[in-house]
């Protein structure tokens, strides 16, 4: 009797324990080990079917994750990259089973009134939703809507349901929790995954039949809103040399690669540069926030602003060199954050040196199969614009919204912090093609992101730029102070496509403002 009571202690033991580890995120890789990418999942025949289950746990060094998991027969994965081509549907099928959180003694704010998606209820860091970052698809319930869409704890699965456009540039995107006032402790926790839309070989044949890295760049805090030392990671191993050994980045000798880099922190400016013995090396840049360059071109800095996105191909050294990929530091302002230069990897060249890589011929040899008319926003350049606006950063010390108050605001409207019940602050129509200049008043840098469309850039500072590259989010950098000139940038935002009719929203990709009112709605009205 007394063994048959032990026999059962130790199951409910056995038991117990299998639950907890249910409940925790998968472990994450050791620092100074070989970068891997995510785990892929590809649509078969038109359709990408998968269920990502969201939690939370903290680990033993006190860094608390959010992991979008993802059951595999070889064990849990977190955030898979999910792969689709243009005219595919996504069904993704999303549980909320965050157990514990750091919630105690912080607010809970109401749900925008009236619509619910979802559960509904309360706004709580327990909470959770999913934005598709840069896809240009419908602002409605089960698809990229994060106004009205709310799951709760233990919710059973809520089904998002999105059709990618026939016409959707291919390119990286990314998906993450965007529950205003929360999003940034679950995007520091690791919650976000990347999402590519295949094809860009398409447009872009130098980048065809390269090996292929997708890197995501996470920035975790241990306490997200209180500023001190953060750690930055690469598909989530630690970068922060020289405290952990570097991360190590596998190539061939001379081997070409295309590396799709998508940051995916709470608010670093990354200018990445990839190094040979100290020299930053010419970069093949082939597309912006998964929208392919009209041209390719050559940069030794590339700039990703907090949320964008850069696809690249980095030409491996030969043997013996010393190669790392990098972020400089960046300054953001006198109230801004301090952006450290670190090294996100150390390329480790072995093997054989890579034929092909050298003997491939010269890419302008090359033909795109596919014509840049044929994606979302060609030949922006060429309407006429239907309104123009102008609209601000701005920030206020002092207040009931923390130490400082963050605004974006529509020039000439009252100054005032997102609320979930707010009307929206533009209302167009379908049809509209406006440009916007975004002004940034403020003595901090800000990241300015549209939902649900791309927008052409135009001019920044008033002067025409280079290359009218399409964007999903873009700087402005802080204002230098009196006698200085605000920063801007113009762009063109195209509202001619009848489905992103509906209301959705702007705001600064710092994750504590946006969190903090930095946002407002946009009303497309239908036809
Ligand atoms: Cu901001």
Redesign the pocket.
Known sequence: MRSMLRYVLAILVCGFSFLRLEAQCPSRPDAGTVVQDALNISSKNGVLKAGLTMKRSVDDAGYTHYCYNYKTSKGDVESPTLRLNQGDQLLLDVKDRIEADDSAGMMEMPATPGKVCGDGGMMMLSSTNVHFHGLNVPPVCHQDDVLTTLLQPNDPAFQFNIQIPKNEPPGLYWYHPHVHGFTEFQVNGGAAGALIVEGMEKFHPEVAGLKERVFVIRQQYLVPWVPGPYQLTINYQVAASPSFPSPIIDMKPNEKQFWRVANATI?DFMPLQVWFNGVPQKLQLIALDGYPLAKSRFQDTILIPPAGRAEFIVQAPPQNNEAIFIALGYSTGPTGNPDLEQQLGRIQVSGAEDEAAVTKPAVDAAMPQASMKSIKFAELEKQKPTAERKLY?SEEFGGTNGPIQ?Y?TVDGQKQKVFEANEKPAITTHVGAVEDWTIENR?L????FHIHQIHFMLLEVDGKPVKDEDLRDTFEVPFWEGPGHPYHSFKARFDFRDPTIAGTFVF????L???DLG?MHKILVLPK
């Open positions: 608010q950063f963050f974006i403020a901090e840098t800000h990241a705001h600064c990709h710092i504590l403002h946006e930095m």
